[in-house]
Every structure is written in C-alpha cells, then in structure tokens.
C-alpha cells in the first residue's frame, strides 16, 4: 500500500484550518470573570497544541513528498 503524502499533507492542513476557527470561536466568546471557574483556557490550550502537531505533521508530509519526488497531479 502506498501513502500518498500531499494528500495527508492536504488533510492536516485542513484540519488544522478547522481547529484554528474553533480556537478563534472560543477566545472571542472566553470572557474571565473573577470567582468563577471554567475550562475555556484549558480548552483553547490543548487545542493550540492539536493545532501545533497538525502543522508540525503538514510540513513534515510536504518534506517528505519533495524528497521523493511525488508528481505533481494539481489535485492536492
């Protein structure tokens, strides 16, 4: 079986899309009032981190697709 690596690279790039909206959604809803206690900050701080491996496995999937020299279909 053969991986094709533009088109995971494709896919974490969407999802990491995706995941930066839901981040921007919550830090403009986070509103911190003294003395009551939520999880938005923890919330948006594990999804910064989703975001940060998704970006990280996006430009590694693109390396590895330049190194190998996948042809270029234009369709990811």
Not at 28 to 57: E, H, K, T
Request: proline share 1%; charged share 15%; net charge positive.
């Amino acid at each position: 079986m053969k991986i094709i690596y533009k088109n995971w690279a494709f896919r974490f790039t969407i999802w990491l899309v995706i995941v930066n909206a839901i981040i921007f959604y919550f830090t403009i809803n986070y509103v911190n009032f003294p003395g009551i206690q939520d999880n938005s900050m923890l919330r948006i701080f594990y999804l910064s981190v989703l975001a940060i491996v998704l970006l990280v496995l996006s430009l590694v999937f693109i390396t590895i697709s330049t190194i190998k020299k996948e042809e270029k279909n234009y369709k990811y």
